[in-house]
C-alpha cells in the first residue's frame, strides 16, 4: 500500500537502511527496515491503520518494532533511545505476543491523538518478564 504519510525514519547517522520487508511482515502497509551495526538493533518502521477495540478512530499510526540483531528482545533503555533517534517520542509500547522478541510501538500520526492509551490495557491481562522490563498481553482474555 503506498502512502502519503512516511515510515520514521532514523534522524541521526549510523543506522543502515536494509531491504523493504515483505508485505507478510508489513500486512501491505509502507514500511522500512533499519540496522544498527554497533548496537546490533534491528527496526522496522510502518505507517498503518490498526483497529483497537475502544471504537476509538486514530487514523494513521507510526508503528516501529525492535529487536536485537532479529533474535533476541531489547531491553527499555535500547528501545527509547531507537524511539529517540526515530523522533517518535510519545510513542506508547503495546506487545500481544507471548514470550515476542520484538517490542512494538505505536503513536498516532494526529499530533492531538497522542498519548491516547489502547484500551487493551484495561481490558486484557498483562503478563511481566524480564524483572518488569517487558509486557505483553493476552488477547480476548480480561483481567
Known sequence: MNSI???KRPTISGWVQC?????????GYDAESWFHPE???CVISAVEVAKD???IDRGPEYHISISKDGRKRCGSYEAQKVLKQFGLDGAEEDNHV???IVRNFW???AENLVGLECACKE???AIVEDKGDYVWRTIGRSK
Open 5 to 7: 504519510i512516511k515510515p
Open 19 to 27: 531491504a523493504t520487508p515483505p508485505a507478510w511482515v508489513s500486512l
Open 39 to 41: 548496537t546490533k538493533l
Open 53 to 55: 477495540g475502544d471504537g
Open 98 to 100: 507471548p514470550y515476542g
Open 107 to 109: 503513536r498516532p500520526v
Open 123 to 125: 481490558t486484557e491481562s
